[in-house]
T-cell receptor, first 115, second 111 residues
Framework: DTGVSQNPRHKITKRGQNVTFRCDPI?????LYWYRQTLGQGPEFLTY????????KSRLLSDRFSAERPKGSFSTLEIQRTEQGDSAMYLC?????????????FGPGTRLTVL | DAKTTQPPSMDCAEGRAANLPCNHS???????VYWYRQIHSQGPQYIIH???NNETNEMASLIITEDRKSSTLILPHATLRDTAVYYC????????????FGDGTTLTVKP
């Protein structure tokens, strides 16, 4: 098992374009999380899935953002009509079935730059 | 989730113990204390967690005060590779989901 992987690692796009990121969690981890991190700040929670069900969404997740996890394995995060304020590192994490002690394993992130 | 307060930065000499404090005065009875760290340009990495008792693993020790309003992460013999941002997170025990990260403490280990 190679841990959580994210693709692409870097994405540069022009304002107004749509982008999609992919996250492959650790196999058999049924919880998957998306976070956003801007420079100098800690990660901010966006949303999380248990299997294919999206259980919670942050207010940060505007209508332009959508996340899916269709088969309970990999997940995609799409941003439509990107804005310069969307420039950030997008982090994915996974964890096994929620228990009081479950730790989240983070991927390396996708750095988005909107020009 | 309860809010945490950490100093923005700390220095530590290589080979010495690094003691990173965290205040979580509004912690409730079913909330755990977690510590993560983030080395530059990488995703956060889990270090340790605890509820009431002190905990130790191969990476660090976690000391939680008796009233649970504060905790200290101890790296017993800091190395240059321990230079990172350290996040203290308090999270409910049931339906563990999102983690609320603050701005963390930037630890710089100096030779």
């Amino acid at each position: 098992d190679t841990g959580v992987s994210q693709n692409p690692r870097h994405k540069i796009t022009k304002r107004g374009q749509n982008v999609t990121f992919r996250c492959d969690p650790i196999s058999e981890h049924n919880r998957l999380y998306w976070y956003r991190q801007t420079l100098g700040q800690g990660p901010e929670f966006l949303t999380y899935f248990q299997n294919e069900a999206q259980l919670e969404k942050s207010r940060l997740l505007s209508d332009r953002f959508s996340a899916e996890r269709p088969k309970g394995s990999f997940s995609t995060l799409e941003i439509q009509r990107t804005e310069q304020g969307d420039s950030a590192m997008y982090l994915c994490a996974s964890s096994p079935t929620g228990t009081p002690s479950d730790e989240q394993f983070f991927g390396p992130g996708t750095r988005l730059t909107v020009l | 989730d309860a809010k945490t307060t950490q100093p923005p930065s700390m220095d530590c000499a290589e080979g010495r113990a690094a003691n990173l404090p965290c205040n979580h005065s509004t912690i409730s009875g079913n909330e755990y204390v977690y510590w993560y760290r983030q080395i530059h340009s990488q995703g956060p990495q889990y270090i340790i967690h605890g509820l009431k008792n002190n905990e130790t693993n191969e990476m660090a020790s976690l000391i939680i005060t008796e009233d649970r309003k504060s905790s200290t992460l101890i790296l017993p013999h800091a190395t240059l590779r321990d230079t990172a941002v350290y996040y203290c997170i308090v999270r409910v025990a049931t339906n563990a989901g999102k983690s609320t990260f603050g701005d963390g403490t930037t630890l710089t280990v100096k030779p």
